[in-house]
C-alpha cells in the first residue's frame, strides 16, 4: 500500500485485548507528519470472536469515532503450517506438544469459516490484490495498491525461507511428520479458499 498524503504508523503483533497501541517490544521510527496519519493494528494467532472483541475494545479506548476496516489475512494451510515450522520458537512447541499442534489446526480451520462481509474483509495472501481491490480504501489516504514480492527480511524466523517464491515454501517440509499432521484433511477447504493445486 502506499499513500502519498499520510505517514502510516504499524503496530504489529498486538496483545488480545489491548486498550492502547504500543511499540514495546518492537521499534519506534521517528517521523515527519504529512496531512493525515494511517495506524494499522495487527493482531496474531487470535480465534475470530477474540478479534472482533479486541477490535472492538481498542477502537472504543482508543479510536473512538474515527473510520476503519476489519481485515482478516489468510494464507494457504501448507504454506502457513510451514512458516510455523520454520519459526525457531515455535517449531519446538509444535513437534512436542500435541496441544499445540491441535491449537494451530483449529485456529486455521475458524479463519477458513469466515464469511466475507462489512464486517470482515478477507484477504487471501495468494490474491491480495484482487480481494483488496474491492474495499474502498478513500478514507484512509491510500492513493495506490501494490504487490510487493521482495523480502525485506529473512532473519526472523517464520517466513525467513531462501526463496522469493511465497507458494512453494512448504516443499521444504514435505515428508515432515509434523508438517503431514498439522496439514492433514485440511485439503478440501485449501483447494476451495485459496485454489491451491496438491498434486504440484
Known amino acids: 500500500m502506499k499513500s502519498s ?5 504499524f503496530y504489529n503483533n ?3 485485548h489491548s486498550k492502547k497501541p504500543t511499540v514495546a517490544g518492537g521499534v519506534e521510527i521517528k517521523y515527519k507528519r504529512k496531512r493525515g496519519v494511517l495506524v494499522i493494528l495487527g493482531f496474531e494467532d487470535l480465534f475470530i ?3 472482533k472483541d479486541s477490535c472492538n475494545l481498542i477502537l472504543n479506548h482508543s479510536f473512538r469515532g474515527l473510520p476503519y476496516k476489519n481485515l482478516l489475512i489468510c494464507r494457504d494451510v501448507r504454506n502457513v503450517m510451514a512458516s510455523r ?9 509444535l513437534i512436542k506438544h500435541k496441544s499445540q499442534l491441535e491449537f494451530t489446526k483449529k485456529l486455521w480451520l ?3 469459516t469466515v464469511k466475507d462481509d462489512n464486517e470482515i474483509h478477507v484477504i487471501r495472501y495468494g490474491f491480495l490484490l484482487k480481494d483488496l481491490s474491492g474495499i474502498i480504501f478513500e478514507d484512509y489516504y491510500l492513493t495506490d495498491i501494490r ?13 525467513s525461507f531462501e526463496t522469493n517464491n511465497f507458494s512453494e515454501r512448504y516443499k521444504a517440509f514435505e515428508g ?6 498439522l496439514i492433514q484433511d485440511m485439503q478440501m477447504l485449501d483447494i476451495k479458499n485459496h485454489s491451491t493445486h496438491w498434486n504440484n
Open 5 to 9: 498524503e499520510s505517514t502510516v504508523v
Open 14 to 16: 498486538l496483545k488480545a
Open 49 to 51: 470472536s477474540e478479534f
Open 85 to 93: 515450522l520454520n519459526h525457531p520458537h515455535m517449531a519446538p512447541s
Open 110 to 112: 475458524d479463519h477458513h
Open 147 to 159: 504487490e510487493n514480492e521482495d523480502i525485506s527480511n529473512r532473519y526472523g524466523g517464520g517466513s
Open 176 to 181: 515432515n511428520d509434523c508438517y503431514e499432521d
